[in-house]
């Protein structure tokens, strides 16, 4: 079945850019119908979507983060990437990559990675 | 922006009670475009139901949803010693394209 795993630094200074990359097995990320997210929780805390993406290269984004995202896509490699620029303490969270189901008749992350809890910190 | 606020913040129940969640938006919200995750400590969350009543792939049949406008439900028949965890529900809107969260409610154990 689908499976989303995300990888990346555990530990990002701040003010630079955080980097994850979430790689996508068992399927293919140029199906129709669905995005490709990124969806954030501080500790303690709720969730933040970051941004999604299309397999075409189509993004949307947080409008809180836009200035400072940049989400891809490699198709060759079915992997998708966040780029969270000038980070500070309040950029430490958990961040989960998934899989957004994107029809006229519904739009929710039906299959999620596990996370990777990153913190921001000198 | 829409607004989703949850209540309530914490649900304290007994297994094999009935659980009854609010999430209500600060203004109408597409019910194809609201839906409800529950998640539990340490895991990530996991997709409930969509379209505002659908249940997702593997839900069982205890959970079920409803309402429509700014007003939704999720409602948990009768509470299995699994399902003490937090409940997030979220909406999609197209104009622009953007997901918003509620803050959560957290059922746990009378």
């Known amino acids: 079945q689908l499976q989303l795993q995300e990888s990346g630094p555990g530990l990002v200074k701040p003010s630079e850019t955080l980097s994850l990359t979430c790689t996508v097995s068992?399927?293919?990320?140029?199906?129709?119908?669905?995005?490709w997210g990124w969806i954030r929780q501080p500790p303690g805390k709720g969730l933040e979507w970051i941004g999604s993406i299309y397999y075409s290269g189509s993004t949307y984004y947080n409008p809180s983060l836009k200035s400072r995202v940049t989400i891809s896509v490699d198709t060759s490699k079915n992997q998708f990437s966040l780029k969270l620029s000038s980070v500070t303490a309040a950029d430490t969270a958990v961040y989960y990559c998934a899989r957004e189901m994107a029809t006229i008749e519904r739009h929710a992350f039906d299959i999620w990675g596990q996370g990777t809890m990153v913190t921001v910190s000198s | 922006e829409i607004v989703l606020t949850q209540s309530p913040g914490t649900l304290s129940l007994s297994p094999g009670e009935r659980a009854t969640l609010s999430c209500r938006a600060s203004?109408?919200?597409?019910?194809?475009?609201l839906a409800w995750y529950q998640q539990k400590p340490g895991q990530a969350p996991r997709l409930l139901i969509y379209g505002a009543s659908s249940r997702a792939t593997g839900i069982p049949d205890r959970f079920s949803g409803s309402g429509s406008g700014t007003d939704f439900t999720l409602t948990i028949s009768r509470l299995e010693p699994e399902d003490f965890a937090v409940y997030y529900c979220q909406q999609y809107g197209s104009s622009p394209y953007s997901f918003t969260f509620g803050p959560g409610t957290k059922v746990d154990i009378k």
């Open positions: 203004q109408s919200v597409s019910s194809s475009y």
């Open positions: 068992g399927g293919s990320i140029s199906s129709s119908s669905y995005y």
